[in-house]
């Protein structure tokens, strides 16, 4: 039973465009929420994360907005660049364990020049 | 470099044999942490320490794995009998409490 689900395995943006990146939850003692980028033979590098008791957080290019009635949240890049290509992966976490995170598959991100 | 470095960064056994994997968190992290990642997957959970205390371990974990981080730096993962089946790649992340996990470079396991 997957309690992290990304259901697009790819998307490919435009260079200067938007990029949303979507993650649904099934796993209501969720209250942390993060994104990390990967690139091919490297580990997960952390992008933004979101508290439950917030709706949006922004850093830069990167916002992440979390609806928790229809527990989904989802990535926006702004304007996206190719340097930006990568997997990205939505997780998860809940106080009671610990911090440990649930990762969703991944969606790959193509940003055409 | 500060960042989390695992040893070796690849790793090629036979069926059956032993592996063993090292990870060096960033230096002020008390909590350390061990995944697998297998191909077109997201990471999985498989055990996390606070210092040197194995506080969770993954059913994932099977009684062929051991993980120890014996004086609460850098911690080990050992894989006894080897099977197919363990062939993925290792991440180890860490961070100060509860704060975002930082990962390392993983270590990539095949095993013939």
């Known amino acids: 039973d997957q309690q992290v689900k990304q259901n697009s395995p790819s998307l490919s943006v435009q260079e200067g465009r938007i990029s949303i990146l979507n993650c649904d939850y099934t796993n209501s003692m969720f209250d942390y929420f993060l994104w990390y980028k990967k690139y091919p033979a490297e580990g997960p590098t952390f992008l933004i994360s979101i508290s439950s008791i917030k709706d949006k957080n922004e850093d830069g290019r990167f916002t992440v907005f979390l609806n928790k009635s229809a527990k989904h949240l989802s990535l926006h890049i702004v304007p996206s660049q190719p340097g930006d290509s990568a997997v990205y992966f939505c997780?998860?976490?809940?106080?009671?364990?610990?911090?440990?995170?649930?990762f969703g598959g991944g969606t790959r991100l193509m940003v055409k020049p | 470099d500060t960042g989390v470095s695992q040893d070796p960064r690849h790793k090629i056994t036979k069926r059956g044999q032993n592996v063993t994997f090292r990870c060096d968190p960033i230096s002020e992290h008390n909590r350390l942490y061990w995944y697998r990642q297998t191909l077109g997957q997201g990471p999985e959970f498989l055990t996390y320490?606070?210092?040197?205390?194995?506080?969770?371990k993954s059913r994932l974990l099977s009684d062929r794995f051991s993980a120890e981080r014996p004086k609460g730096s850098f911690s080990t993962l050992e894989i006894q009998r080897t099977e197919q089946g363990d062939s993925a790649m290792y991440l180890c992340a860490s961070s100060l409490g509860e704060s975002e996990q930082f990962f390392g470079p993983g270590t990539r396991l095949t095993v013939l």
């Open positions: 320490f606070q210092n040197e205390a194995q506080l969770e």
């Open positions: 997780a998860a976490s809940g106080v009671r364990a610990g911090n440990m995170l649930t």
